[in-house]
């Protein structure tokens, strides 16, 4: 049987397996699949926007591609990436620095 709350629903936590402000210095940073994450890329990117969106950033992101044995990227209906590009930069920068 449910019970009564008298305190109202608790706060709701922030909680993140990744935090990403180490890499939030405006530089593209390589996450790869299986070795910085092991999620699916798409979880990852969800993650990575999530983080961005609550610390004050704008994340740039792209999937990095399966690559066939000489170097050519697989479509992705063949495979799924591998990894995914990050750049994070401040929603705002503070005055006289450009992003």
């Not at 209906?77 to 591998?82: R, T």
Request: positive net charge; aromatic residues 12%.
């Amino acid at each position: 049987m449910p019970q009564i709350m008298p305190e109202g629903l608790p706060d709701r936590t922030t909680w993140s397996r990744y935090d990403f402000s180490r890499w939030a210095d405006g530089k593209a940073w390589k996450f790869v699949r299986g070795e910085d994450y092991q999620s699916t890329t798409e979880s990852f990117r969800y993650n990575v926007r999530r983080w961005a969106k609550a610390h004050g950033y704008e994340a740039a992101v792209r999937t990095l591609p399966a690559t066939d044995e000489s170097g050519r990227p697989l479509p992705a209906s063949k495979s799924d990436p591998i990894g995914l590009g990050v750049c994070f930069t401040p929603r705002n920068p503070p005055k006289g620095q450009s992003q």
